[in-house]
């Protein structure tokens, strides 16, 4: 729940949260973000691990979630950070977006 507020608060309302069900991640769809392996490596130098969908396909050129193509999805995996750094790091996440946008 943290994380859904978090994401809500201060991302766009055009962000799409993706399997907020699905236990120890969410990814979030945030239309007109790019997501490859140098906003992975910016945010890791920014203490911020994460994932972009696309990582996970097979054929990342044709990787599609429904009709949406992933290079705009990211995994956020949070079974392991405390709740009272999740507000936190969410925060510099969307910061770390709008600086590689």
Known sequence: ATLIASVRQYFPATTHILGEKA?????I???G?????SFREH????GIGV???R?????????EIG???SSDILL?????????????????????IVSAG
């Not at 973000?33 to 392996?37: G, I, R, T, V």
């Not at 945010?43 to 920014?46: E, H, I, M, Q, S």
């Not at 956020?76 to 770390?96: R, T």
């Open 55 to 63: 990582f996970y396909a097979f054929d990342e050129e044709f990787c």
């Open 23 to 27: 236990g120890i991640h969410v990814a």
């Open 43 to 46: 945010c890791a130098k920014n």
């Open 76 to 96: 956020l995996g949070y079974g392991s950070i405390a709740e009272g750094d999740i507000n936190e790091g969410i925060k510099v996440l969307s910061e770390l």
């Open 33 to 37: 973000a790019q997501f490859d392996s």
């Open 67 to 69: 009709k949406t193509k």
């Open 29 to 31: 769809q945030v239309p």
């Open 51 to 53: 994932s972009p969908c």
